[in-house]
């Protein structure tokens, strides 16, 4: 007899590619069944705070509040290296002039506002949904807007300018560590065989879309909110690599000096229990 997992991921292209054969069927699944579901971050964040997925995909920033219910999975994390979410306002502006600015964030638990107010506690957030912040700066209801998914390669064609790329900026604190945005979760209350089972399952997924690039792009450029190929290709190589098989030291390090970073700030409650399902 089957086991039902509910998986849930965002609806844009990167996902899609690693999801591709798990959503296809083409890889085996032994005794698990999957049931997909599609929605922004901030929403499956939410969801995560209420238990109501086996597996989803989350902020960072947001696993700290569910680490008890919630194991990290290893494969399908979305790391910056050197380049993340990104600042953009209408007008030039420096980033010592963003004290006091509105900004458009894509939600108080996504990893980009966490980076944010650690760059700059002193701004205005107003939430708005991710793929309307380019709009709403555009049209003047926010200074900045904070950029994740694809608008982070999309906004100087609607005449926005960089203030600031997080991503750089935490590797330059850092010596060079990846930013930490997004991870896979598994519900703990599943059990060690049947979490290591879907963590196998993920790891397969990933690899058989880099193993048949083509197709597997075919599959997530849908996905991309109007992206040409060129800069679909890049958006999806830019968070699904050989590094979203597995965080590696670097991505550990990465994680744990965020976590740590943003607890000594108050901006997260603890140091979130940070383990790792092993497949």
């Known amino acids: 007899m089957s086991r039902i997992v509910r998986v849930a991921h965002s609806p844009d292209s990167d996902d899609a590619f690693m999801f591709y054969a798990l959503a296809e069927g083409l890889i085996d699944t032994g005794d698990l069944r999957f049931v997909h579901e ?32 919630y194991a990290l999975l290893p494969h399908g994390a979305s790391m910056g290296e050197g380049y ?14 963003l004290a006091g600015k509105r900004v458009a964030v894509p939600g108080k638990l996504t990893s980009a506002y966490l980076a ?21 700066v555009a049209e003047g209801e926010a200074d900045v807007g904070l950029l994740i998914h694809e608008g982070q390669l999309t906004y100087e064609h609607e005449g926005l300018h960089l203030v600031a790329d997080l991503g750089e ?3 330059d604190e850092t010596g060079g560590l990846p930013l930490p945005l997004g991870g896979n979760a598994i519900r703990r ?7 290591r089972k879907v963590a196998g399952v993920l790891e397969r997924s990933i ?21 040409d190929r060129a800069r679909g290709d890049r958006f999806v190589a830019m968070y699904v690599n050989e590094a979203t098989l597995g965080y590696g ?3 550990r390090r990465g994680v744990e000096l965020f976590m740590a970073r943003a607890h000594a700030g108050g901006l997260i409650p603890r140091v979130p229990r940070l383990d790792f399902v092993t497949g």
Do not use: T
Request: hydrophobic fraction near 45%.
């Open 207 to 227: 690899r058989y879309a880099l193993d048949h690039r083509e197709e597997a792009l075919a599959h997530a450029l849908p996905f991309g909110r109007s992206l």
């Open 116 to 136: 944010l107010k650690l760059f700059q506690p002193a701004v205005r957030p107003v939430v708005v949904d991710f793929d309307r912040i380019i709009e709403y």
């Open 38 to 69: 599609l929605q922004d971050i901030e929403s499956l964040n939410r969801r995560a705070l209420a238990g109501e997925l086996e597996v989803s995909a989350i902020s960072i920033h947001a696993y700290a509040y569910v680490c008890e219910r």
């Open 84 to 97: 993340g979410p990104r600042l953009v306002a209408r007008e030039p502006l420096g980033p010592e002039e």
């Open 189 to 195: 209350d599943l059990g060690d065989q049947v979490m």
């Open 249 to 251: 030291e670097r991505g």
């Open 169 to 171: 900026w935490w590797a």
